[in-house]
């Protein structure tokens, strides 16, 4: 038998209407602190990827994290979407857009899932004639491979570091053939201050170079680079300037480390990048090999 008069109190408990109770929990929904959607821009060579081609450590992991808080982390990257859409693939990231080609190919993903396929979004093209006269004058024995609108490549001499999976072989008259997307220029003979005294001598507009084991120059369109294509996206993403974080370590990240930075954004130069990339960022992280962009992310 229970001794009732032992036993506590019986607790009361109180009810509210349906909408006083909907308030409450709105309230309690409005004072949480909300993350406000980021456009991480990220380089891949030099930036992501080491120069062995493994992966910068932490890096898979901390963009997980960053698609997980609701960032849209995406490539902004000089390679062709051939070279590009594998990246994304050991990275785990299906974004919206890629940006590829130095800005001159914008990709955009069609529908969802890990079965979602990409088509061009936006694409411009140059006659690479004049450009090809200057640069076959000045660089005797250099190799030569354009891009084409639809991501077709021709080349004239084979090389390690670049993917020619269903690329052709031409003679370098046949590069002139149909506008181009970019212009690939490697000259083992040269070092990145001979291109950059090549250019300013010869007067090349819109040139960026990303420098690996040989001088290394690409060549755009005219006012073409990955900030054009970068601030395309961000419109169609509907993403404020100032929620903008690019990284890199290339000269031809450099317009998009001003762009970011001149609209109230953040850039971030890898260690191990060139003085004029810390000074175009204004922000200096770890190297490549040292994780800069795991660190970067996680500290966001």
Known sequence: MIDEAALPDTGAVDSAPKQEAADVVASLAD??????????????????????D??????????????????????????????????????GIRPEYAVCSNGAVVMRRRGDGDA?????????????TEVLQLLGEHLAGAHFLVELPD???KFTDYLDDWNLVGANKV???????????????????????????????????QVSYAIGWTAWLDIAPQGVDKSTALELVRGWLDIAPERVLVMGDG??????????????????????????????????GLSVTEGGVAAALRSL
Do not use: K
């Not at 456009?39 to 060579?45: G, K, V, Y």
């Not at 979602?116 to 690479?128: C, G, I, L, N, Q």
């Open 251 to 284: 000269r031809n990240d450099i317009e998009m480390m001003q762009w970011a930075v001149r609209n109230g954004g953040r850039a971030i130069a890898m260690h191990q990048g060139p003085a004029e990339v810390h000074a175009a960022a204004g922000e200096v």
């Open 171 to 205: 003679t370098f008259a046949h590069l002139s053939d149909e506008p181009v997307c970019r212009v690939v220029v490697v000259a083992p003979e040269q070092t990145d201050q001979d291109f950059l005294e090549l250019v300013e001598r010869i007067g090349l507009s």
């Open 54 to 91: 493994t992966l910068s450590p932490g890096v898979v992991e901390a963009v997980a994290e960053a698609n997980a808080a609701g960032h849209e982390v995406m490539l902004a990257t000089g390679r062709s979407w051939d070279s590009t859409h594998t990246i994304m693939d050991r990275l």
């Open 151 to 153: 991501g077709t490549r």
């Open 116 to 128: 979602a396929e990409y088509e061009r979004a936006h694409v411009v093209t140059f006659d690479p």
């Open 31 to 52: 004072a949480a602190p909300v993350v406000e959607r980021m456009l991480i821009a990220l380089d891949i060579d030099g930036t992501v990827l080491l120069e062995d």
